[in-house]
């Protein structure tokens, strides 16, 4: 079958139409992808780039970071005591001891094996009464700026605080006696003031006295005493009242008897004992310990080389 020229310019026109299809198909739309894949490539490439540089400009800024909370981490470990034996916080209480400025004398000492205490800070929250009616009327009532500027800043406080922490634990158990309660009152006071030199500073050590009841015999004495007088005074002049409400004289033998004033305190001072006159309290004091942060300048050196 022979062709006529027009009919051999198409067919020749729809074979250079389907290479030319195929050579794009084939060549130029896999080209096109790969090169859709490499600008992807290149846009995370110059993303991390610029996350290197942003680090890179930031590192001494970083590094000065970490050293100013190693300082401050460090600071606040030396108030706590390093992880000790029963036999060095022996030797620590005692230390705690000469330093105390209470007349006192301490015996039967008992150290507890090492534990762990959760620390967390306490704040007061002031109760609040709550009922239907103060409820209802207080609905659109809405918080004045003061009431949200210390709400603001007791919430800045909790969050500075932040939450518990366990940390090591070691008590001292032990009897304390005084020839006052005023002596175990400012024994008490002394674990304020328990300071030890270290590194050239005066730092104030992590301990805390537990269990310190105080109890005033003479007060209660002079209060039941009073009791006692007011009791009988009431007791004699509603007898009065009531015999002279009916028109009738009190027999005598029903009036309270006389006593001469002191004569019971002379006869009780009579008995006194040793015990009347020395005070003696069962106690625990509690030494915190944490482990101390390591040093980061020998790692952040390292790591800039």
């Given at each position: ?5 027009q009919?051999?310019i198409?067919?020749l026109?729809?074979?250079v139409?389907?290479i030319i299809?195929l ?11 790969k ?8 846009d ?5 780039l610029?996350?290197a540089?942003?680090k890179?400009?930031t590192?001494d800024?970083?590094k000065q970071?970490v050293?100013d909370?190693?300082?401050?981490g460090?600071n606040?470990?030396?108030m706590?005591f390093e992880e ?6 022996d030797?620590?209480?005692?230390a705690?001891?000469d330093q105390?400025d209470?007349?006192?004398y301490?015996?039967?000492l008992?150290?507890?094996?090492p534990?762990?205490t959760?620390l ?8 609040e009464v709550t009922y239907?009616?103060?409820?209802y009327?207080?609905?659109d009532?809405q918080?004045t700026?003061?009431?949200l500027?210390?709400?603001?800043r007791?919430q ?5 605080l932040?939450s518990?922490?366990?940390v090591g634990s070691?008590?001292?158990?032990f009897d304390?006696?005084?020839?006052s ?5 400012k024994?008490c006071?002394?674990v304020n003031?328990y300071?030890k030199?270290?590194?050239g500073?005066?730092?104030r ?5 537990n269990?310190?009841a105080?109890s005033y015999?003479e007060?209660?004495?002079?209060y039941?005493?009073l ?7 009431a007791e004699?002049?509603?007898?009065d ?19 001469p004033?002191g004569a019971?305190?002379e006869?009780e001072?009579?008995?006194?004992e040793?015990?009347?006159t020395?005070?003696?309290?069962s106690?625990t004091?509690?030494f915190?310990?944490?482990e101390?942060m390591?040093d980061?300048t020998p790692q952040?050196?390292?790591q800039?080389?």
């Amino acid at each position: 079958m022979k062709l006529s020229k027009q009919e051999r310019i198409g067919v020749l026109i729809i074979a250079v139409v389907l290479i030319i299809g195929l050579g794009i198909w084939l060549y130029i739309v896999p080209k096109v992808q790969k090169v859709g894949q490499s600008n992807v490539t290149l846009d995370s490439k110059t993303q991390e780039l610029q996350a290197a540089q942003d680090k890179a400009a930031t590192k001494d800024d970083l590094k000065q970071q970490v050293l100013d909370a190693y300082e401050a981490g460090q600071n606040l470990a030396d108030m706590f005591f390093e992880e000790m034996t029963p036999y060095e916080v022996d030797a620590e209480f005692r230390a705690f001891l000469d330093q105390c400025d209470a007349d006192v004398y301490v015996e039967s000492l008992n150290i507890s094996e090492p534990s762990t205490t959760t620390l967390s800070p306490k704040y007061f929250e002031e109760k609040e009464v709550t009922y239907a009616l103060k409820t209802y009327v207080t609905q659109d009532i809405q918080p004045t700026e003061a009431e949200l500027a210390t709400e603001a800043r007791w919430q800045a406080i909790k969050d500075a605080l932040g939450s518990s922490q366990d940390v090591g634990s070691i008590t001292v158990s032990f009897d304390v006696t005084a020839l006052s309660q005023e002596e175990l009152i400012k024994f008490c006071d002394e674990v304020n003031s328990y300071f030890k030199n270290e590194n050239g500073n005066e730092t104030r050590k992590a301990i805390m006295i537990n269990g310190m009841a105080f109890s005033y015999p003479e007060n209660e004495e002079y209060y039941d005493e009073l009791k006692k007088t007011i009791e009988e005074e009431a007791e004699d002049k509603a007898l009065d009242a009531l015999y002279k409400e009916n028109n009738m004289k009190r027999p005598a033998d029903e009036k309270p008897a006389e006593n001469p004033e002191g004569a019971e305190g002379e006869e009780e001072d009579a008995r006194l004992e040793v015990s009347d006159t020395i005070y003696t309290m069962s106690s625990t004091i509690t030494f915190y310990s944490i482990e101390r942060m390591q040093d980061p300048t020998p790692q952040l050196e390292a790591q800039e080389q």
